[in-house]
Nanobody
Framework: QVQLVESGGGLVQPGGSLRLSCVAS????????MGWYRQAPGRQRELVAQ???????DYADSVKGRFTITRDYGKNTVFLQMNNLKPEDTAVYYC????????????????WGQGTRVTVSP
């Protein structure tokens, strides 16, 4: 069974930084896509950053220049470095994986973690 677990959220002041981590565990052969999404209360879940295997990273306009997504392919892990945080960044951040291939050659197309909360407040 493949699972995603996020960590690294917390309470920070505006201008501060956080580093989120998401680890995919289980019998995994490869993961084509990993991304970060966020959802604030009363708002729709939105894409923050994404990265396909051997491809460039994509970012929402609101976080460009402040956030950086990276992947450790050997450890099936994706990170989100968040700098110069703003109150508007307050949300629950979710990790997503798509086109996961297991060692048993099963395909998983859409997998979500449980989320980690980020609060940016003075």
């Amino acid at each position: 069974q493949v699972q995603l677990v996020e960590s690294g959220g917390g309470l920070v002041q505006p201008g501060g930084s956080l580093r989120l981590s998401c680890v995919a565990s289980g019998s995994i052969f490869s993961i084509n896509y990993m991304g970060w999404y966020r959802q604030a209360p009363g708002r729709q879940r939105e894409l923050v950053a994404q990265m396909r295997n051997a491809g460039p990273a994509d970012y929402a306009d609101s976080v460009k220049g402040r956030f950086t997504i990276t992947r450790d392919y050997g450890k099936n892990t994706v990170f989100l470095q968040m700098n110069n945080l703003k109150p508007e960044d307050t949300a629950v951040y979710y990790c997503n994986a798509d086109r996961v291939t297991t060692t048993g050659r099963q395909a998983i197309f859409d997998l979500w973690g449980q989320g980690t909360r980020v609060t940016v407040s003075p």
